[in-house]
């Protein structure tokens, strides 16, 4: 059975960082797609980084680009996202999600975490 484990969440001041872990078990995909997703009160989940295995190319939404960074330590089966300058308009849950496959598209996901609350305070 596939587990994603989030971790790291919290309460944090904008402009400072933290780093989410995502613990992975049990997915023995060749070929995957493994990112960040975050869901903000009454908004849509969104993508926010993706690694893809097939290129190791990773992606990053927008909004993110130059202050996140997706990482993993493949011995310790844990995806990590850094996150630095943090903004008020960053707070949401952040999930955790991979399938087997190119590209990290929220509605092919195969395996979801359960998500870790990240507020960031004005």
């Known amino acids: 059975e596939v587990q994603l484990v989030e971790s790291g969440g919290g309460l944090v001041q904008a402009g400072k960082s933290l780093r989410l872990s995502c613990a992975a078990s049990g997915f023995t995909f060749d070929d995957y797609a493994i990112g960040w997703f975050r869901q903000a009160p009454g908004k849509e989940r969104e993508g926010v980084s993706c690694?893809?295995?097939?290129?190791?190319?990773?992606i990053y939404a927008d909004s993110v680009k130059g202050r996140f960074i997706i990482s993993s330590d493949n011995a310790k089966n844990t995806v990590y996202l850094q996150m630095n300058s943090l903004k008020p308009e960053d707070t949401a849950v952040y999930y955790c999600a991979v399938r087997a496959g190119y590209g990290c598209l929220r509605y092919a996901m195969d395996y979801w975490g359960k998500g870790t609350l990240v507020t960031v305070s004005s």
């Open positions: 690694f893809n295995s097939r290129n190791r190319r990773t």
